[in-house]
């Protein structure tokens, strides 16, 4: 089978297609034969070891697992001696490690089932983008039903679920972007939406109760003047001064009033989660913005495309032979 690898630390030109071992499931491990993933963050962070407290974790000099990605969609090829929820066969979604490859092995707690009603490209979208839209608004921002919910850096893979699963729960809500997304996220649901080049939000004295920064870079006082009485501020993802910046100073600043400030940290990932968005994918109720395709041994593009061009929603990794065009996709059932 083949697979991207990275023996060193860099930019996309480290990543090589190569001929690997094709795995074996263990107890309550399921083999899945790839048909899409998506690029995260977190794929090409590890790549380049940024920020560089990664070293401590996955190697210091050179990466201790050469695989990389994270999202995965497919048909399960075997299982593993444990496993109970999967056969051989099923169409499944969620997290593996090393999932830029033809087959991967994942947890049988890191899938679901997914939606028959949707293709492999739209299910790879979704998994870490969603959890972490998901936790972020509901379990570090107790998202209520009629509450006025700002989503910064909507426009991104993060973003786009924040939009769509902030209005599932009855939210009205405010989407920041650049002037190029303004219409692509009315598109998908969002009530208002905020040009940062033309208006600073946290200056123009609306409040709202919460707030999810994805990637923000406003300072936390700033986001603290944006918030209702007892609204809450959430940070997913930033850079390291800032996520360590919303846990320690936003502790702080919670401790004087009724405002909330503080970080989702990592998102983790569960089968009820997954369940939970694949039941809003198969609705419709989210539908996955993808701007470009690539096939497997494009992935040093797709990833320079995406540190480059600031991609709408989510770039997906077609592993099959047969590469669907997909720009902008935003369809609904």
């Known amino acids: 089978m083949k697979a991207l690898v990275h023996y060193n630390y860099?930019?996309?030109?480290?990543?090589?297609?190569?001929?690997?071992?094709?795995p074996t499931p263990k107890e309550n491990q399921v083999l899945i034969k790839v048909h899409a993933a998506s690029v995260n963050a977190g794929d090409w962070r590890g790549m380049r070891a940024d920020p560089f407290l990664?070293?401590?974790?996955?190697?210091?000099?050179?990466?201790k697992n050469p695989r990389i990605g994270s999202d995965v969609a497919g048909r399960v090829e075997a299982v593993g001696e444990s496993v109970t929820q999967f056969q051989p066969g099923d169409e499944v979604f969620g997290c593996a490690g090393?999932?830029?490859?033809?087959?991967?092995l994942a947890r049988e707690a890191f899938l679901a089932p997914k939606p028959t009603n949707r293709s492999f490209e739209e299910a790879a979208a979704v998994p870490v983008a969603g959890l972490t839209a998901l936790q972020g608004l509901r379990d570090a921002g107790g998202i209520q039903s009629g509450q006025k919910v700002l989503i910064q850096g909507a426009s991104g893979g993060v973003g786009t679920f924040a939009v769509q699963i902030a209005k599932s729960f009855g939210a009205e809500v405010t989407a920041v972007c650049s002037t190029r997304n303004l219409d692509m996220l009315r598109s998908i649901g969002a009530d208002h939406v905020i040009d940062y080049t033309k208006e600073d939000f946290t200056r123009n004295r609306q409040q709202y109760d919460l707030i999810l920064a994805v990637n923000g870079y406003?300072?936390?006082?700033?986001?603290?003047?944006?918030?209702?009485?007892?609204?809450?501020?959430?940070?997913?993802?930033?850079?390291?001064?800032?996520?360590?910046?919303?846990?320690?100073?936003?502790?702080?600043?919670?401790?004087?009033g009724g405002k909330k400030m503080g970080s989702m940290g990592i998102a983790k990932v569960t089968r009820e989660d997954l369940v939970f968005l694949g039941k809003l994918l198969e609705?419709?109720?989210?539908?996955?913005?993808?701007?470009q395709c690539y096939p497997l041994n494009?992935?040093?593009?797709?990833?320079?495309?995406?540190?480059?061009?600031h991609a709408q929603g989510k770039v997906v990794i077609t592993v099959e032979q047969r590469v669907e065009q997909v720009t902008q996709q935003t369809s609904r059932a």
């Open 283 to 291: 609705a419709g109720t989210i539908a996955p913005v993808i701007d």
């Open 298 to 309: 494009k992935v040093a593009e797709a990833i320079r495309y995406i540190e480059d061009s």
């Open 54 to 63: 990664i070293r401590l974790g996955g190697g210091f000099l050179k990466p």
């Open 10 to 22: 860099g930019p996309p030109d480290v990543l090589k297609l190569e001929a690997v071992e094709k």
């Open 98 to 104: 090393g999932s830029f490859a033809e087959y991967v």
């Open 218 to 256: 406003h300072s936390l006082f700033a986001y603290r003047r944006a918030l209702s009485p007892q609204g809450v501020y959430a940070c997913a993802g930033g850079t390291m001064p800032q996520f360590f910046q919303a846990i320690l100073l936003g502790r702080f600043m919670s401790k004087d």
